[in-house]
């Protein structure tokens, strides 16, 4: 009586764990869907200016994701390669570059990605950068997302994460509480850089594919059950 009960509160809990699990990657698809539908108004809004851009952290989150164009002049000396970023399935480094704007403030533009050379771990590629002004369209983002780094590594050009606070003070810029990611335009060609830029809402189906995945053990869990504890024995019995 006591296995059968282990047994039965086993199921129970397996059950109820694959359901959860299944609801939460429902739950998460549907943040997506809803982040994709977001993603869509924001993108029918007129691009962004230099003026218009946040000033201020608050006022930040409700640009993310505006088209925006602005115009400048590369800081070239302060680019930063970010580490161990994919893209097209290969790893090599982001190329984030301050631009300067007209009113002395600057703002971090993720330029495109670059090969890593993995022979000559410490050499940074060549990234052409234009000594005038120069008009740059993309998107506004947060900073670079984050990866695992040690202390030591955060003030060298090339490095793992780039907080735009902590890169201010380094680097003595005024700079926005945004980054741009930089799309393909008039003048990109010509840095070798790639901007296959990932969407961000773009794994939906991948969602829903673990929840079936989770719902299907759940309903796996339950068959096996069912046949082993109730079905299996009475075929017994009665033979």
Do not use: C
Not at 61 to 84: I, K, P, Y
């Amino acid at each position: 009586m006591r296995r059968e009960l282990i047994v039965i509160l086993a199921a129970l809990a397996s059950v109820a764990l694959t359901t959860r699990l299944g609801l939460w990657q429902l739950d998460r698809a549907a943040q997506k869907v809803a982040l994709q539908a977001d993603l869509d108004q924001r993108a029918r809004l007129p691009p962004l200016d230099a003026r218009t851009l946040a000033r201020e952290p608050a006022a930040a989150e409700a640009q993310r994701f505006r088209a925006v164009s602005v115009s400048g002049r590369w800081l070239a000396d302060r680019t930063v390669f970010l580490d161990n970023r994919p893209m097209d399935g290969k790893v090599g480094f982001v190329v984030v570059t301050p631009l300067l704007l007209d009113d002395a403030k600057a703002v971090l533009v993720q330029r495109g990605w670059a090969m890593r050379n993995f022979a000559e771990r410490s050499m940074l590629p060549p990234i052409p950068s234009p000594a005038g002004r120069v008009t740059v369209e993309g998107t506004v983002a947060a900073a670079p997302s984050r990866l695992f780094e040690f202390a030591t590594a955060a003030s060298r050009p090339i490095r793992q994460n780039l907080d735009i606070p902590a890169f201010a003070r380094e680097s003595g810029l005024d700079l926005l509480p945004v980054s741009i990611v930089q799309r393909e335009g008039p003048g990109t060609a010509a840095d070798g850089l790639l901007r296959h830029w990932r969407p961000p809402a773009t794994d939906v189906q991948k969602h829903y594919g673990y929840a079936a995945q989770w719902f299907a053990i759940g309903a796996g869990i339950v068959i096996l059950y069912v046949w082993h504890r109730l079905i299996r024995p009475r075929i017994r019995r009665r033979s």
